[in-house]
């Protein structure tokens, strides 16, 4: 039996291109800020209430996105629903789903080098829907115009 904590077997996501900045920060248009935050609702979606489909799922939006996997955890409800989450260098991946009227909401959150937005095409493949959603929130907008904390 597979541990639940852990990515699924033969399942090896692909490590994040070494960012430039050593602050793990984002930098995009001029901008310097944490991270982007998506916020992705799957509607009208198949296999929601799969935890081998989710955690396959999140280790190909990972792999996609270029970021690196350090923990995974999913949860089944009963009789119906998922939550679970990717813990990540860069971040987290996270999803609650409510398979019995083919939703789930997922949180894509990374910052550095690695590209959240590459996710949504994957979700839509993983659930067999074309009908997804997506909300950006750039985290920490303006980070380079915030002066340093004193010890």
Known sequence: ??????????IAPRKAAQSQRSDRLT???GRVFAGTHLIIEVTQGRGLDSEARIQ????????ACGATLLH???????PQGISGVAVLAESHISVHTWPEVGYGAFDVFMCGDADPWRAIEVLKRAFDTTSVT???ILRGPDLADTPSPTA
Request: charged fraction near 25%.
């Open 72 to 78: 995974m955890h999913t949860h089944r409800f009963s």
């Open 27 to 29: 930098q995009r248009d």
């Open 1 to 10: 039996m597979r541990d639940a904590h852990s990515a699924p077997q033969g």
């Open 56 to 63: 396959q799922a999140f280790c190909d939006v990972i792999s």
């Open 134 to 136: 997506v909300r950006e």
